[in-house]
């Protein structure tokens, strides 16, 4: 049906808009789902209490680090959803729920951890959108094992300054590079299961 492509094309259009006001690094919309609700797990009530935030959601793509983030238009009020995607994202299906964590990280000492739920009032649409999160996730999160290998490297071979430090470190006992890189990545690794 060529009309239907060509409003759905023009609504993109228009929801990239949007989105280009909110945040100028963003370049296009990976996915999108037309109304979803949010909710947050109240850990001392254990139950789902309902967030005021309601509206379209969408996967969008940036230019710069976190390449991707997925954002919830609110039509409620003009306090939106906005959470980065990282390699670390940790996500999980339980119907009618995506479920994931959201890091808020405050100036002290860690950040407080939200469990949000995101309803999706049409079920196909939650199943196109966590593949694709999963999908983003899982190569993200390998092109962020490959930055901190290639850091790692840069960092044994390349500056003067920390050799030394190895050497000495070699004496003492060897220190295998290899093994220095696996215990960089062990924190990314956890977040698979």
Known sequence: NMAATITEEARRKANLRVLQRL???????????????????????????KRNVEGSLFLAKRSEAPRFKLVVLNRNS?????????????????DPYLI???????????????????????????????????????????????????????????????????QAAKASGPIDEGAAATALLSPLSLSQH
Do not use: C
């Open 23 to 49: 945040d100028s690094s963003i370049l296009d919309i990976a996915g999108s789902a037309t109304h979803v609700v949010l909710y947050e797990f109240d850990n001392s009530e254990q139950k789902w209490e």
């Open 100 to 166: 994931f964590r959201e890091e808020k990280s405050s100036g002290g000492s860690g950040g407080s951890t939200k469990i949000l739920g995101i309803w999706f009032h049409d079920s196909a649409e939650r199943e196109a959108v966590s593949a694709l999160l999963q999908k983003i996730v899982e190569s993200l999160s390998k092109i962020e094992e490959m930055e901190v290998q290639h850091a790692t490297n840069g960092q044994i071979l390349g500056k003067e300054g920390v050799r030394p430090q190895v």
């Open 78 to 94: 003009r306090d939106n959803l906005e959470v980065p995607i990282t390699g670390k994202f940790q996500m999980q299906v339980r």
